[in-house]
């Protein structure tokens, strides 16, 4: 059985990684509002946007969550914690 493998990464990368997304998301908003003339259809793509940057910002929020609950963990003396963005693994300690 083969499936998708994602190497682990580092906690800032992946909060880098959302701001950068939720940034794409909000540019392409904008431009879809503006390219496209169809009301409804802005109003669609403007609410899926949205939608898709809201979701991206609640994952990096959890991820931090995560990664604070981490420090305490790594402090107690366990030697590596693990969070997950997307499903994708996120080395913390």
């Given at each position: 059985?083969?499936?998708?493998?994602?190497?682990?990464?580092?906690?800032?990368?992946?909060?880098?990684?959302?701001?950068?997304?939720?940034?794409?998301?909000?540019?392409?908003?904008?431009?879809?509002?503006?390219?496209?003339?169809?009301?409804?259809?802005?109003?669609?793509?403007?609410?899926?946007?949205?939608?898709?940057?809201l979701g991206v910002w609640t994952q990096r929020s959890n991820l931090q969550d995560c990664a604070d609950r981490a420090k305490?963990?790594?402090?107690?003396?366990?030697?590596?914690?693990?969070?997950?963005?997307?499903?994708?693994?996120?080395?913390?300690?």
């Amino acid at each position: 059985m083969t499936g998708l493998s994602f190497t682990a990464m580092s906690l800032e990368s992946a909060k880098t990684i959302a701001i950068v997304i939720v940034v794409a998301f909000v540019v392409f908003a904008v431009i879809s509002a503006w390219v496209i003339k169809n009301v409804t259809m802005k109003i669609i793509s403007i609410v899926l946007m949205v939608g898709l940057g809201l979701g991206v910002w609640t994952q990096r929020s959890n991820l931090q969550d995560c990664a604070d609950r981490a420090k305490d963990k790594v402090a107690a003396g366990v030697d590596e914690v693990k969070c997950e963005f997307f499903g994708s693994e996120v080395s913390v300690g």
